[in-house]
């Protein structure tokens, strides 16, 4: 079913106070050759975006799976072995990740790290070695097992770090080099974590001169019942009321003015509209901490699954 339109839009000073973004060492990881497709250059080309405009560096990270068969003799009566091709197979990463992005890069501080051992583990523990600031990961894959599984390496990284992750849309990306941040939409789900998911998303939107819109998905105000199914609305002026002063009182202690939207029903689904409307270039959203990137009612995953724009987890 189609929700209705949004329960409250209250319209105030959208810009962001002056503070800046603490983000100086950015993690990127890189499949290759995975990397020179589009759906991988677009995360690339937001990484080196960001770096430009917020005068950060890059650690631009590849990791070669170690091999899951003993080394040896691949045949008998064959010279070449398992170690051979696995040695081979670093030497052409090794030359893959030298070459990548040459030009895209310019004028940007980057490093490139060849690792051996599981992607997702070496990017967690790499992020928590150089105290990386944000991890840009490319959510590249096709499908519906995709779709419904995040891509394992993200998955994983996003379930073990609790460094703040970039995710790039994989459902309709701009034109790589199009990309560029002027509008930044922030959930809050009214929970102790909001103060520093509205914090961090200030910051990054004072820190490009973008402005910032405020979004509040409540749980579903519609009911069902013999006939079909209506809105209470005084149920919904109730959750509606709760929510704003709220959410004025997290504004009023962040320093913020931001243009408010709360609205009811499915949250990925809502974000998404919320976004179009708004014309965002990236949505920020808070996660629980000791728990994961699993915020916003337990929708991280989801969000991050479904959005259409650049997903920023904190």
């Known amino acids: 079913m189609e929700p209705e339109g949004p329960l409250q839009r209250d319209i105030s000073d959208t810009k962001a106070g002056s503070v800046v973004t603490n983000i100086q060492r950015i993690l990127v990881p890189v499949a290759l050759p995975e990397a020179f497709t589009d759906s991988s250059r677009n995360a690339l080309y937001q990484a080196a975006w960001l770096a430009r405009h917020l005068h950060a560096e890059i650690t631009l990270l590849h990791v070669v799976p170690r091999p899951d068969y003993p080394y040896g003799a691949l045949e008998a009566g064959h010279e070449i072995t398992a170690e051979d091709l696995h040695v081979q197979a670093v030497k052409t990463a090794q030359k893959d990740l030298d070459q990548a992005m040459l ?3 310019q004028g940007v501080a980057v490093t490139r790290l060849l690792l051996r051992g599981d992607p997702a583990q070496e990017i967690i523990e790499t992020a928590r070695e150089r105290s990386v600031d944000l991890i840009v990961l490319s959510t590249h894959g096709h499908g519906a097992f995709y779709r419904l599984l995040l891509g394992s390496v993200t998955a994983k990284v996003l379930h073990e770090t609790q460094c703040p992750v970039w995710t790039a ?3 309709e990306a701009p034109p790589p080099g199009a990309f560029s941040i002027r509008r930044v939409l922030c959930s809050v789900d009214l929970t102790p974590h909001n103060r520093h998911t509205l914090t961090r998303a200030a910051e990054m939107a004072a820190a490009v001169h973008a402005e910032l819109t405020l979004v509040h998905i409540t749980g579903t105000v519609e009911f069902f019942g013999p006939g079909g199914s209506w809105v209470n609305p005084e149920w919904r002026d109730t ?7 709220e959410i004025a009182t997290l504004q009023k202690d962040v320093g913020t003015n931001a243009e408010v939207i ?4 499915n949250v990925p689904q809502l974000l998404n509209r919320a976004a179009e409307q708004t014309k ?3 949505l920020v959203i808070g996660h629980i901490p000791g728990r994961s990137h699993l915020g916003d009612n337990g929708e991280g995953y989801g969000i991050i699954r ?9």
């Open 103 to 105: 030009s895209e890069f």
């Open 169 to 171: 849309s994989h459902i």
């Open 239 to 245: 959750m509606v009321g709760i929510a704003t002063g």
């Open 262 to 265: 709360i609205d009811s029903g």
């Open 280 to 282: 965002a270039d990236l």
């Open 306 to 314: 479904e959005s259409r724009i650049p997903v920023l987890s904190v």
